[in-house]
């Protein structure tokens, strides 16, 4: 996506030349900084735009004259930067990093304001607002489907039946280790320890079900 101070064309030249400059400050050893832009999924963004984003990420940081390397991945689905930036300049000066987590944390929340985007507290709200009645319902489909169920496949089938599809873990006895729910509509997956303490008691088999676990009152 962009870079600053680097001609390499691999990324062992690029280390080196990082180290290069590196070398004209000994008594720093905590001299790279990784930082992850995860733009709000709102809008698609062009390159172009994506490189606006790093700059005035880094400049808000005092980066934007270093050495830097930006690249955009899209493992989760959706854009996001991924910076690798020299901490010491070319005349060999650390940038200080006091409170740097919370100072990106500030220039994020400024570069999606200036956007007119969503900031990442208030995606937070939302993420909850969303979750939480998902989570509910799979705790009712849970309580629901392990009554009167004799085989795993029984009640795999009990959840499906309310939109709740089950994947299990299997352990090296043929026991049940774990499960994840995902709710079918939304496509939002779940360990079922995060559905609520008690949901997918270890001690369930294939051959047959035994839920030991009392549940507490779904609220």
């Given at each position: 996506?962009?870079?600053?101070?680097?001609?390499?064309?691999?990324?062992?030249?690029?280390?080196?030349?990082?180290?290069?400059?590196?070398?004209?400050?000994?008594?720093?050893?905590?001299?790279?900084?990784?930082?992850?832009?995860?733009?709000?999924?709102?809008?698609?963004?062009?390159?172009?735009?994506?490189?606006?984003?790093?700059?005035?990420?880094?400049?808000?940081?005092?980066?934007?004259?270093?050495?830097?390397?930006?690249?955009?991945?899209?493992?989760?689905?959706?854009?996001?930067?991924?910076?690798?930036?020299?901490?010491?300049?070319?005349?060999?000066?650390?940038?200080?990093?006091?409170?740097?987590?919370?100072?990106?944390?500030?220039?994020?929340?400024?570069?999606?304001?200036?956007?007119?985007?969503?900031?990442?507290?208030?995606?937070?709200?939302?993420?909850?607002?969303?979750?939480?009645?998902?989570?509910?319902?799979?705790?009712?489909?849970?309580?629901?489907?392990?009554?009167?169920?004799?085989?795993?496949?029984?009640?795999?089938?009990?959840?499906?039946?309310?939109?709740?599809?089950?994947?299990?873990?299997?352990?090296?006895?043929?026991?049940?280790?774990?499960?994840?729910?995902?709710?079918?509509?939304t496509g939002k997956e779940f360990k079922a320890s995060e559905i609520q303490k008690g949901v997918g008691a270890p001690d369930m088999s294939r051959s047959g079900i035994k839920f030991d676990l009392p549940l507490a009152n779904s609220g």
């Amino acid at each position: 996506l962009d870079r600053n101070g680097l001609a390499g064309e691999s990324s062992e030249e690029m280390l080196q030349e990082m180290r290069f400059v590196q070398a004209n400050n000994q008594n720093c050893n905590k001299n790279c900084i990784s930082i992850v832009l995860s733009p709000s999924e709102e809008k698609k963004f062009t390159m172009e735009e994506l490189k606006k984003l790093t700059r005035d990420h880094l400049k808000n940081l005092g980066l934007e004259n270093h050495q830097y390397l930006a690249t955009v991945h899209n493992s989760t689905g959706t854009p996001h930067i991924h910076i690798v930036a020299n901490r010491i300049d070319h005349r060999g000066i650390a940038l200080n990093d006091s409170f740097i987590s919370k100072k990106a944390q500030d220039s994020a929340e400024k570069l999606a304001i200036d956007r007119g985007l969503k900031t990442a507290k208030e995606r937070s709200i939302e993420i909850v607002i969303e979750v939480a009645p998902i989570k509910k319902q799979m705790l009712h489909a849970y309580q629901h489907a392990k009554y009167g169920t004799k085989t795993f496949d029984e009640f795999k089938e009990k959840m499906k039946s309310q939109g709740i599809s089950v994947a299990e873990t299997i352990n090296k006895q043929g026991e049940l280790q774990g499960m994840k729910f995902t709710h079918e509509k939304t496509g939002k997956e779940f360990k079922a320890s995060e559905i609520q303490k008690g949901v997918g008691a270890p001690d369930m088999s294939r051959s047959g079900i035994k839920f030991d676990l009392p549940l507490a009152n779904s609220g």
